[in-house]
């Protein structure tokens, strides 16, 4: 059975720093593609962040570009959001998704082609 769990969210001023942490575990596989998203209150879930192992590249969504940071160890099927600058658009549900397969590019943002989810952590910017 495959695990995802996400830590590091909290209620932080806004210009204030955090930094989220994802690990996939169990399963058939011994390596999984990792990806960041979020879901504000009353919003659909939208895609934030995904570094992808095969190619070295990384992709974020326009909005986080130049604050946020995607990196990891795809040894420990582990990934990390180091999150700066943030905004009170960036309060919402984090969450980490993963899968076996390495999706096309084209493909990384919806939410529905990733297999396997955490529950998630509350990322809460203040004024």
């Known amino acids: 059975q495959v695990q995802v769990e996400e830590s590091g969210g909290g209620l932080v001023q806004a210009g204030g720093s955090l930094r989220l942490s994802c690990r996939t575990s169990?399963?058939?596989?011994?390596?999984?593609?990792m990806a960041w998203f979020r879901q504000a209150p009353g919003k659909e879930r939208e895609f934030v962040a995904y570094r992808d192992w095969s190619m070295g590249r990384t992709y974020y969504t326009d909005s986080v570009k130049g604050r946020f940071t995607i990196s990891g160890d795809r040894a420990r099927n582990t990934i990390f959001l180091q999150m700066n600058n943030l905004e009170l658009e960036d309060t919402a549900v984090y969450y980490c998704a993963a899968r076996m397969n390495r999706l096309v590019v084209s493909a990384i943002r919806g939410p529905e082609n990733w297999n396997y989810w955490g529950q998630g952590t509350q990322v809460t910017v203040s004024s």
């Open positions: 169990g399963g058939t596989s011994s390596s999984y593609f």
